[in-house]
């Protein structure tokens, strides 16, 4: 094995495991949202802002994180971000157990601060690998990258909903934040010193030009609205998931409907395969197709049989994360200004998108049951293909 390949495979590895443990914070307490609905005595969708106030904050944070990471190193502010992060997830558990009668509110502010730390790390990532990595490769391992966070996600969702349920959904997330916490450990073990990295200072006032400069591509237009839509109705389908099969006529455990998360490894094992064939073929159509994977995923979970909404759970998720693979490794390339504030605007509408519809998934639960949620999903989903199909060109 050559230096670069060493160095390559380092990285991708380190990655990976700062994937996981920034997903697994952001996502653990989706499967526990019945559990904290209960507890704190507020509706489905006003206990899913314990995921849309940290998506929120994640949006909010990937720009100005890009820039700290543009002036002081990638790998450092990751490390930076991740951390602060760790220990806002540690509040957020404690102002409960603290406040009683303010608990619920100030864990929403804890879990907003959590999120913009984790900002720094999808903000980051991509601008790292493009630049340590040929551009050939790249493509590839962003979906190594993609995979990462994806079994973050699972794990954030598996581990958090059984423990929770036994032993109180806060220990569910401390559980955890845990789990985060040693992975990040190998992410300092594994991460190389960058290469290619050249520290940049931006002044305020080139900060607007680095970004509306990116805005004037259609292409990339496109692609943050790609990841503001379909990701939007990813996270309302997850969130809301444990509500419609813990309830009639399903009336599953809430232990046992966090298994349903296992469907993530789909996506894991959907965004290396995405990136290759996009790296081989062309992005485009592996994208499009991502895209209509998930909108059949996502219409088999009408079918009144848990069966087949499982099914539908597993293939709108290996479709999710086969499209959200190319489109996040396209941003970078085809930058027109600052990379990495490319890859942050993608990141804005992605988790903006995640932060919306994942509350407003509530309020068609609310309104119409399952059927308005996956209404929704579907025409968001619907309204992302036909623009991709339209705008986007042939790679």
Not at 19 to 31: D, E, H, K, N, R
Request: glycine share 12%; with cysteine.
């Amino acid at each position: 094995m050559t230096a670069q390949s060493a160095h390559s495979r380092r990285l991708l590895i380190a990655l990976f495991f700062i994937g996981v443990a920034t997903f697994a914070q952001l996502y653990s307490p989706q499967g526990l949202l019945p559990l904290i609905a209960a507890e704190q005595e507020v509706s489905a969708d006003r206990a899913a802002l314990m995921i849309s106030t940290a998506t929120l904050g994640l949006a909010l944070g990937v720009i100005p994180w890009s820039y700290i990471g543009d002036a002081h190193g990638r790998k450092k502010a990751m490390i930076w971000a991740i951390s602060l992060a760790c220990f806002f997830g540690l509040l957020a558990v404690l102002m409960p157990a603290l406040f009683v009668s303010q608990g619920f509110e100030l864990a929403l502010v804890m879990r907003f601060i959590e999120g913009f730390m984790l900002g720094g790390v999808p903000a980051l990532a991509v601008a790292y690998l493009n630049e340590e990595v040929s551009p050939k490769i790249a493509v590839a391992a962003a979906g190594t990258y993609i995979s990462g966070t994806s079994l973050g996600g699972l794990t954030g969702r598996i581990v958090a909903a059984p423990v929770g349920e036994q032993l109180g959904w806060k220990i569910g997330m401390l559980t955890v934040t845990v789990i985060a916490v040693a992975c990040v450990l190998v992410f300092l073990r594994l991460a190389p010193t960058a290469l290619n990295f050249t520290p940049r200072r931006t002044r305020w006032r080139a900060i607007v030009p680095a970004l509306t400069g990116n805005l004037r591509s259609p292409t990339l237009w496109t692609l943050y609205l790609q990841g503001f839509l379909t990701m939007g109705g990813f996270v309302a389908m997850y969130n809301f998931l444990g509500f419609h099969l813990s309830a009639p006529p399903y009336s599953i455990p809430l232990w046992i409907v966090s298994f349903v998360f296992l469907a993530y490894l789909a996506g894991t094992w959907s965004s290396p395969r995405a990136g290759r064939l996009a790296a081989r073929y062309s992005r485009k159509p592996v994208l499009l197709a991502g895209n209509l994977i998930m909108i059949a995923g996502v219409a088999l979970t009408l079918v009144p049989h848990l069966g087949v909404i499982i099914l539908g759970t597993v293939v709108l998720t290996a479709g999710f994360f086969a499209a959200h693979a190319v489109a996040s490794g396209w941003v970078g390339a085809a930058a027109t200004a600052g990379r990495a504030q490319s890859a942050s605007l993608y990141n804005l509408g992605y988790y903006g998108g995640s932060s919306l519809f994942g509350y407003l998934g509530g309020t068609a639960l609310n309104a119409a049951g399952w059927s308005g949620t996956v209404l929704m999903v579907l025409g968001l989903a619907g309204i992302a293909t036909v623009l991709a199909a339209v705008v986007l060109p042939k790679d």
